[in-house]
T-cell receptor, first 117, second 113 residues
Framework: AQKITQTQPGMFVQEKEAVTLDCTYD???????LFWYKQPSSGEMIFLIY??????QNATEGRYSLNFQKARKSANLVISASQLGDSAMYFC??????????????FGKGTLLTVNP | DAGITQSPRYKITETGRQVTLMCHQTWSHSYMFWYRQDLGHGLRLIYY???????DKGEVPDGYVVSRSKTENFPLTLESATRSQTSVYFCASRDRGLFYEQYFGPGTRLTVT
């Protein structure tokens, strides 16, 4: 079974609108962390936002917010007021457990977001 | 330059040849990682290292060898390259602590002919 599932291979959004990118995860650990990375066409991986499993509030970073629903095991990325520069591949990733070898990440397959003018 | 660098950025090699991809970070991060990115698979972990002289296998380690004699360097060697190892390879590093993200290098595009 996949540990990170991103069900939307591609998404389209109009400039200035909000968009939600879906991510569901599978873990039996109580302590884990969820990350979102952006990969523009230039290829670099850019960290966007982090949510810890014990965090009671949803994480926010500027126009990015993470809609964390623990019972549903979902960690959706919300981008508000989309910009043309948001067009990129977006990856959800999970760190399971606490410390040591559990600092490694498991990535989903990604969602390609296209922002239309 | 500060940060994490990879070399070469592009490499074409022939089947059966040995090739080494270099990764260097200037932050003295304890942890370093190698991933490969293939269409339809996202990023998959090849090997990781918790400190100098401590390495462990990831999800797809077959055909790869790593070493870490110094904290700042984490080379990845393909001992006998195969066409299935054509991919984009990313190196990453992070510090200790649950909340820290991984910082990625710019990637190496490897083509095995």
């Amino acid at each position: 079974a996949q540990k990170i599932t991103q069900t939307q291979p591609g998404m389209f959004v109009q400039e200035k609108e909000a968009v939600t990118l879906d991510c569901t995860y599978d873990t039996s650990d109580q302590s884990y962390g969820l990350f979102w990375y952006k990969q523009p066409s230039s290829g670099e991986m850019i960290f966007l936002i982090y949510q810890g499993s014990y965090d009671e509030q949803n994480a926010t970073e500027g126009r990015y917010s993470l809609n964390f629903q623990k019972a549903r095991k979902s960690a959706n990325l919300v981008i508000s007021a989309s910009q043309l520069g948001d067009s990129a591949m977006y990856f959800c990733a999970m760190r399971e457990g606490r410390g040591g070898s559990n600092y490694k990440l498991t990535f989903g397959k990604g969602t390609l977001l296209t922002v239309n003018p | 330059d500060a940060g994490i660098t990879q070399s070469p950025r592009y490499k074409i090699t022939e089947t059966g040849r040995q090739v080494t991809l270099m990764c260097h970070q200037t932050w003295s991060h304890s942890y370093m990682f190698w991933y490969r990115q293939d269409l339809g698979h996202g990023l998959r972990l090849i090997y990781y290292s918790a400190a100098a002289d401590i390495t462990d296998k990831g999800e797809v380690p077959d055909g790869y060898v790593v070493s870490r004699s110094k904290t700042e360097n984490f080379p990845l060697t393909l001992e006998s390259a195969t066409r299935s190892q054509t991919s984009v390879y990313f190196c990453a590093s992070r510090d200790r602590g649950l909340f820290y993200e991984q910082y990625f290098g710019p990637g190496t595009r490897l083509t095995v002919t």
